[in-house]
């Protein structure tokens, strides 16, 4: 059972009829035609509605001993009390939230044998004055009185009321399908289950793992859902298996990535498969094989992993790339996940990309524009930094958005079949200025920027601008540099705006050495020289 979210569970609510107990105890049908009801209003309110104080009255007496017949009669949900059981167990608060009176709760409850009123820590019933399901007042007081979030609280019920109230809450919703018919105007809850006891395996994946390797039983559901495909893979993932075991017969040249992801904690599968894959693509290699090594710190839930787990096999999915295995584990080590992706690349020798090929004249390209990636890392981690500083809620959106533009694997693509490409460097940690002096080194030649030229997006001017950062030196995968022969400059430009990606030629090579030297208006200005990322500074 893959989480659709990540999430920590602290306290579960359970409707009553029909969650608690088996379904059809109440007819409810009998109940509104004897208050005069129509057969699509819900009951409560429609009692409320009446203007005759003594109508309304009598209403209420009614439901009361409607309540309590069926309460006599309510047949316990075989699974109710060892679900009840093993919440307990695992430390969690267990509370009832029903539309029912209290009297009637109490009474079904006698019908229980191992369970009873003194195993819920809370019961709401209508007779509380808080408003009744679907109304998410409810839900939101036993929160406050179990002292948890909304979000850490998980709702239980078979009706529609039920979801709708968790969800107008922010809890968790777990709908009991135990009915042979689904109303149609059911709203979408988190989970579905048939029977109450399978909340156990919802449950376990919000409760805090232990220090070590992720479980066998967790671990083995999740790799169930890998479709690996790929004929080249001979030893596939699975539980036991500490190896992969891939057929390179056919392939020329192997080329292999392995780079750690620790300033993000939103979509850091993303980032792990694609910073490695632009890597791999730089070298004008097709990224096949990925392994990912996942360190979480203690209090982490199997939610939380198996979404990164998920994102990392979507992504890798996505691209092409085959999610071949690696290691998962909870540690004291690591204060936020940290995950390492090992990439492993295929290309003919003669597609093989070397920077030494560099000559002076080689133009300089710039795809996308500097600080892709630091631009969507510090919206989604100092959200509330950039809020105090003046940017707008959408403003920030838009910088979140940048994450869709990590990749580099269409221009690198392109690039690769196309003559006269020499070299090609990702920009990432350190962004432009330490990627062009990295080009420079690998290559042995000076290289002429032109500053004037540089793109910057107006987003990420003003995020800079706001943090008091330099984007020149702001991490920034989702750019990737190109350098190719003067002669082939404009079809490369041609073909790889035909895509829609912006690209940009922002200098030249130069003689043999190293270095950058840098001009502003045709006048010689000072490089910028960063011993650290600029984003580290917003850690400290």
């Known amino acids: 059972m ?7 569970v602290k306290a579960v609510l359970f409707d009553f009829d029909g969650t608690l107990t088996e379904p059809g105890a109440i007819d409810f049908i009998s109940i509104k035609q004897s208050v005069g009801c129509p057969a699509d209003k819900p009951v409560l309110e429609y009692v409320e509605t009446l203007n005759d104080s003594r109508q309304r009255r009598e209403a209420r007496d009614k439901l009361v001993r409607s309540e309590i017949e069926a309460a006599e009669k309510s047949v316990p949900n075989p699974d109710a009390a060892e679900t009840v059981s093993y919440l307990r167990s695992k430390g969690l608060r267990v509370g009832i939230i029903t539309r ?18 003194a195993d819920f820590d809370l019961i709401i019933s209508r007779d509380d004055p808080v408003k009744p399901k679907p109304d998410g007042d409810g839900i939101l007081l036993a929160a406050q009185t179990f002292g948890v979030a909304p979000g850490e609280l998980i709702m239980v019920g078979d009706y529609i009321f039920d979801i709708e109230a968790g969800r107008n809450a922010g809890a968790i919703t777990v709908l009991l399908a135990n009915r042979p018919e689904t109303d149609p105007a059911m709203p979408p809850s988190d989970y579905t289950i048939l029977n109450l006891i399978d909340l156990k395996k919802i449950v376990r ?26 004929p080249s893979i001979l030893i596939r993932p699975g539980v036991g298996e500490d190896t992969a075991a891939i057929n390179v017969r056919n392939e020329d040249v192997i080329v292999l990535k392995s780079d750690p992801i620790t300033f993000v904690t939103d979509s850091i599968g993303l980032f792990a498969v694609l910073i490695n894959a632009n890597d791999i693509a730089t070298s ?23 979404q990164v787990m998920d994102e990392l096999e979507t992504v890798c999915r996505q691209w092409g790339i085959r999610l071949c295995g690696g290691h998962t584990e909870i ?20 597609r093989l990309i070397d920077k030494r090929n560099m000559q002076t004249g080689d133009v300089i390209l710039l795809s996308k524009g500097v600080a892709v990636e630091g ?16 940017m707008t809620g959408e403003e920030i959106m838009a910088c979140k958005g940048f994450r869709n533009s990590l990749s580099v694997l269409a221009e690198a693509r392109i690039a690769g079949r196309s003559q006269g ?11 432009l200025a330490t990627a062009l002096a990295e080009l420079s080194v690998a290559g042995g030649h000076e290289i002429l920027v032109d500053m004037d030229r540089i793109p910057v997006f107006p987003e990420t001017r003003k995020l800079c601008n706001l943090l008091n950062l330099n984007p020149l030196g702001l991490i920034g995968s989702g750019s990737l540099l190109i350098c190719c022969r003067k002669n082939a400059r404009d079809n490369l430009l041609r073909r790889i705006r035909k895509t829609g990606i912006r690209i940009t030629p922002i200098g030249e090579i130069m003689g043999k050495g190293r270095g950058i030297k840098a001009v502003r208006q045709g006048l010689a200005v000072e490089w910028p020289v ?8 917003l850690y400290h």
């Open 2 to 8: 893959i989480p659709h979210k990540p999430f920590h």
């Open 100 to 117: 029912n009176g209290r009297k009637s709760i109490l009474r079904a409850l006698q019908n229980f044998n191992n369970l009873n009123a």
């Open 205 to 230: 994946l919000g409760l805090p793992l232990p220090p070590g390797k992720l479980p066998n039983e967790l671990l083995g559901e999740f790799l169930g859902h890998i479709a690996a495909k790929d």
């Open 284 to 306: 004008g290699a097709r990224p096949r094989w990925f392994l990912a090594s996942l360190l979480f710190p203690r209090g982490t839930t199997a939610s939380h992993i198996w």
């Open 331 to 350: 540690t004291d080590a690591v204060l936020r996940p940290v995950v390492t992706g090992m990439l492993v690349g295929t290309v003919s020798r003669k």
């Open 375 to 390: 631009t969507a890392i510090i919206a989604a981690e100092f959200g509330d930094k950039l809020t105090e500083r003046g």
């Open 421 to 431: 490409v020499v070299a090609m460097h990702d920009v990432t940690e350190g962004g």
């Open 530 to 537: 960063f011993e650290v990322d600029e984003i580290t500074r």
